[in-house]
């Protein structure tokens, strides 16, 4: 029995490796430039609180066998419509548990056609991206600046010179994690991803599961949203656009399978640093592209996923 355990935790091993020596390597190749810092290492998790975000939801979504493809656009869609409800006068905490709450009923509502109508996720949520990004230029086709000295409040926030973003990200991880292990509806959720007739045989609550799944989804995509406001004081219809393939590949870089059932919330978090640790070195490299961070985590998914298939096949082997 020990061998299994061995092999499923490969994919997590190889991610935090990998997360530890590209870390490690950018300390000593800007040693000059401080990267070894307190404040550049805060910065990992602040700079990509809204990918991580957004990441947390897709590892559920993942983990349950399916595939969310709207939280780019929910986010754009998301911070938009926080900044319009701020302009005209609706207090920003207000509006922030407004929009949480339609992020979570959009994403019921995605869940809801997925198990009802057997429909593959990947076309419902296709359709979700397009209509949650249609909705928000729909508001506003321009940039709508935020403006409140509350959001002020918000952003400016630090505890232990740790940002308010940062901060946020972590809360929602922690709650994640707690979901994912420590409780009957991850449990359930690994169990749909494992098989989800397996788990239709032992009684398990599949449909209302899956509807919760995406519901949850929903909700961290609009939380991601709220956070991306924070940056830059404003809301864009346009925001996020193609994110929701970076938060898949932060995912299953983090050792998550695409087929479902094994993953660890932790994981996304190595995942999202992986992409951070490869941005802020482009930066402090200062000459090449940001594009190379591109090529780098394409590299890295198809490396991750070729060792999940290894792994399943080792796995499969030995039956």
């Not at 010179?161 to 922690?174: D, Q, V, Y």
Request: aromatic share 10%; glycine share 12%; proline share 3%.
């Amino acid at each position: 029995m020990r061998l299994p355990l061995a092999r499923k935790h490969i994919p997590l091993a190889a991610t935090t490796a990998v997360c530890v020596l590209l870390y490690v390597a950018a300390c000593a190749g800007y040693r000059d430039d401080n990267f070894f810092s307190w404040p550049v290492f805060v910065n990992l998790f602040g700079d990509n609180a809204f990918l991580g975000l957004a990441a947390i939801g897709a590892t559920f979504v993942i983990l349950s066998g399916g595939i969310d493809l709207s939280c780019g656009a929910v986010i754009g869609c998301t911070s938009i419509a926080a900044a319009a409800l701020v302009a005209r006068g609706v207090h920003p905490l207000v509006a922030f548990g407004l929009l949480l709450a339609a992020g979570s009923a959009f994403g019921s509502g995605m869940g809801v056609v997925i198990h009802v109508f057997r429909l593959p996720p990947f076309l419902v949520t296709l359709a979700g991206m397009f209509l949650a990004r249609g909705l928000g230029f729909v508001i506003s086709l321009q940039a709508i600046t935020i403006r409140h000295p509350a959001y002020e409040r918000i952003i400016d926030f630090r505890l232990g010179g740790i940002s308010s973003p940062a901060l946020i990200f972590a809360a929602a991880l922690l709650i994640a994690i707690f979901l994912a292990h420590l409780t009957r509806f991850g449990r359930t959720v690994y169990a749909i991803g494992g098989s989800e007739s397996a788990a239709l045989l032992m009684g398990l609550p599949v449909g209302r599961t899956k509807v919760q799944v995406y519901a949850l989804s929903g909700l961290c995509s609009a939380a991601a949203g709220l956070v991306y406001t924070l940056y830059t004081s404003s809301g864009y219809a346009s925001a996020a656009t193609g994110l929701e393939l970076d938060a898949i590949a932060a995912v299953v870089i983090g050792g998550t399978l695409l087929s479902g059932g094994v993953g660890y919330v932790f994981g996304t978090l190595v995942g999202v640093l992986i992409y951070g640790i490869i941005q802020t070195a482009l930066v402090f490299q200062g000459t090449l592209s940001s594009w190379w961070t591109r090529i780098a985590v394409g590299a890295l998914l198809l490396a991750f996923i070729l060792l999940q298939k290894l792994v399943q096949r080792g796995a499969a082997g030995r039956r």
